[in-house]
Nanobody, 122 residues
Framework: QLQAFGGGLVQAGGSLRLSCADSRRTFSNNAVGWFRQAPGKEREFVAS????????ALSDPVKGRFTISRDRAKYMVYLQMNSLKPDDTAIYYC?????????????????WGQGTLVTVSS
């Protein structure tokens, strides 16, 4: 099971750090990604990190503001979100990749967490 947590309400310009916990230790050799889904919109890619953290990918809307990292020893993946904007408001999901390399499509992931809500007020 993957558990995403750390969401909350923050003012525009603020920061949050999301965490993804792998309670069953299933993603040591897999990429991990973050996606988000705003009300009425499709789920979209946010960030991905390779199995060893050596490669990362970020979507254009979050580049320069968000950072993805992982602690393999703790089976944790993090999404540091800075300079938050109201458009970042969404439910954020973490997911385990089917392979070890970064990937941006939802079909590249086969295990999803339950999501954590991020609300950015203007």
């Amino acid at each position: 099971q993957l558990q995403a947590f750390g969401g909350g309400l923050v003012q525009a310009g603020g920061s949050l750090r999301l965490s993804c916990a792998d309670s069953r230790r299933t993603f040591s050799n897999n990429a991990v990604g973050w996606f988000r889904q705003a009300p009425g919109k499709e789920r979209e890619f946010v960030a991905s990190i390779s199995w060893n953290g050596g490669s990362t990918a970020l979507s254009d809307p979050v580049k320069g503001r968000f950072t993805i990292s992982r602690d393999r020893a703790k089976y944790m993946v993090y999404l540091q979100m800075n300079s938050l904007k109201p458009d970042d408001t969404a439910i954020y999901y973490c997911a385990r990749g089917r392979s070890s390399g970064v990937t941006t499509g939802t079909d590249g992931y086969n295990l999803w967490g339950q999501g954590t809500l991020v609300t950015v007020s203007s």
